[in-house]
């Protein structure tokens, strides 16, 4: 099911909001802020998990920009979705905002096996600029 252009997704919590957008086909921007303690469950993954197999690889960019930081289970979890379906993307990126999201991101990245397939930014321009890049290549 393709859900280009389509509305976010939000997920407002206590601690935390994450929301997805979806700019283009096979480009999907996910967005944190606060601190992720699991109140959404599966929630976002089974969001995110919809635009898995839409006939091109997946590229995902995960914005932790305004993130505080994420419960050593969510972290778990990500790392667990991410390790299953590693064959469906084609890239997955990720803005660290500390250096604590940044362990817990190459934690991620080590545990689901994505090596060279996860790019991690601490540079939100850098970011920004292959996102943008990602989008006008599905042009």
């Keep these: 099911m393709e859900r280009t252009h389509a509305e976010p997704v939000r997920f407002d919590g206590t601690h935390c909001s994450i ?11 996910l967005r944190i802020s606060g601190r992720d303690v699991g109140e959404f469950g599966d929630g976002p993954m089974l969001d995110v998990e919809r635009d898995l197999n839409v006939g091109a690889p997946l590229e995902l960019f995960v914005d932790a920009r305004r993130a505080q930081g994420a419960s050593l289970d ?3 979890d990500w790392a667990q979705w991410l390790g299953r379906h590693r064959a469906a993307f084609r890239q997955v990126s990720m803005l660290t905002s ?3 999201i940044q362990i817990t991101a ?5 545990f689901a096996g994505l ?4 790019r991690i930014y601490t540079d939100p321009a850098a970011f920004d600029e ?3 890049a990602a989008i006008a290549a599905r042009d």
Excluded at 22 to 27: K, M, N, Q
């Design 19 to 29: 929301v997805i957008e979806r700019p283009r086909r096979a480009v999907v921007v």
């Design 74 to 76: 969510v972290s778990s």
């Design 98 to 100: 500390s250096r604590f």
């Design 106 to 110: 190459d934690f991620v990245r080590r």
């Design 115 to 118: 090596g060279e397939l996860m």
């Design 130 to 132: 292959a996102l943008a």
